[in-house]
C-alpha cells in the first residue's frame, strides 16, 4: 500500500531564505507523487507533480521537487521564501493503477513566512 | 473558464439530519471526485465518479453516498450526521479521472453537525 510521511508539522522562515518542507513516501511500485497547496479559505491547488520523466521537477511560483527512489524521497523546496508562500503543503501519492485519482495525502506542513 | 463550484458554501446541521452537497465540475470534465479534510484525519478520499458511475470509493461507512448526473454535476449525501461528520468536504475534477491527472478542487463546503 501507498502512503506518505510529511516529516514537519510547522515550518517557518523568513521573507527572502530558503524553504525546505520534506516528504518521504512508501509505495511497492514507481509512484505518482504530488505537491499540492491550500491557502486559507482556498481549496487545493497543484504546485507540481512527477510521473518519472525527470527527477527534479519544476513546479509553480518557483517551487521545485526532487524525487529520491535511493531515500524514497520527495523534498520541495524554493530558493526564496514570499509572504505569500505561507499556506499548508500537501505531499500526495497515488495508487500505481486503477487509482482513479484516489489521491493519498500526508497530514501537511504549514509554512510561516515572516518579514 | 469556470472553475470547480460547491454549494453552498456553509452549512450548519444537527445530529440524525441527512444533508447533500453539490459539486459542479469545470466544463468538458467527467471525473469528479470528493474528499474530506478534517483536523484529526486530515485529507481523506470518499469516492470517484466518472460518466455517472462510482469507479473507487473509500472507507466511509455507508451513511456516505453519492452520485453524478449525465451533465457531470455530482452531489454527495451524509444520512443520521453525527458530530464527527463536521469536516471541510472538497470536491475535485478533471477530464478523465486517470492516475497521473491534475486535479482542480473547489473551495470546499464546510459542514458543522451541533
Known amino acids: 500500500a501507498q502512503s506518505v510521511t510529511q516529516l514537519d508539522s510547522h515550518v517557518s522562515v523568513s521573507e527572502g531564505t530558503p524553504v525546505l518542507l520534506r516528504c518521504n513516501y512508501s509505495?511497492?511500485?514507481?509512484?505518482?507523487l504530488f505537491w499540492y497547496v491550500q491557502h486559507p479559505n482556498k481549496g487545493l491547488q497543484l504546485l507540481l507533480k512527477?510521473?518519472?520523466?525527470?527527477?527534479l521537477v519544476k513546479g509553480i511560483n518557483g517551487f521545485e521537487a526532487e524525487f529520491k527512489k535511493s531515500e524514497t524521497s520527495f523534498h520541495l523546496t524554493k530558493p526564496s521564501a514570499h509572504m505569500s508562500d505561507a499556506a499548508e503543503y500537501f505531499c500526495v501519492v497515488t495508487p500505481f493503477s486503477g487509482g482513479y485519482n484516489k489521491l493519498i495525502f500526508g497530514a501537511g506542513t504549514r509554512l510561516a513566512v515572516h518579514p | 473558464k469556470a472553475g470547480v463550484t460547491q454549494t453552498p458554501r456553509y452549512l450548519i446541521k444537527t445530529r440524525g439530519q441527512q444533508v447533500t452537497l453539490s459539486c459542479s465540475p469545470i466544463s468538458g470534465h467527467r471525473s469528479v471526485s470528493w474528499y474530506q479534510q478534517t483536523p484529526g484525519q486530515g485529507l481523506q478520499f470518499l469516492f470517484e465518479y466518472f460518466s455517472e458511475t462510482q469507479r473507487n470509493k473509500g472507507n466511509f461507512p455507508g451513511r456516505f453516498s453519492g452520485r453524478q448526473f449525465s451533465n457531470s454535476r455530482s452531489e454527495m449525501n451524509v444520512s443520521t450526521l453525527e458530530l464527527g461528520d463536521s469536516a471541510l468536504y472538497l470536491c475535485?475534477?478533471?477530464?478523465?479521472?486517470?492516475?497521473?491527472?491534475?486535479?482542480?478542487f473547489g473551495s470546499g463546503t464546510q459542514l458543522s453537525v451541533l
Open positions: 509505495s511497492s511500485y514507481s509512484p505518482s
Open positions: 512527477y510521473t518519472s520523466a525527470a527527477t
Open positions: 475535485a475534477s478533471s477530464p478523465a479521472g486517470a492516475t497521473n491527472e491534475k486535479l482542480f
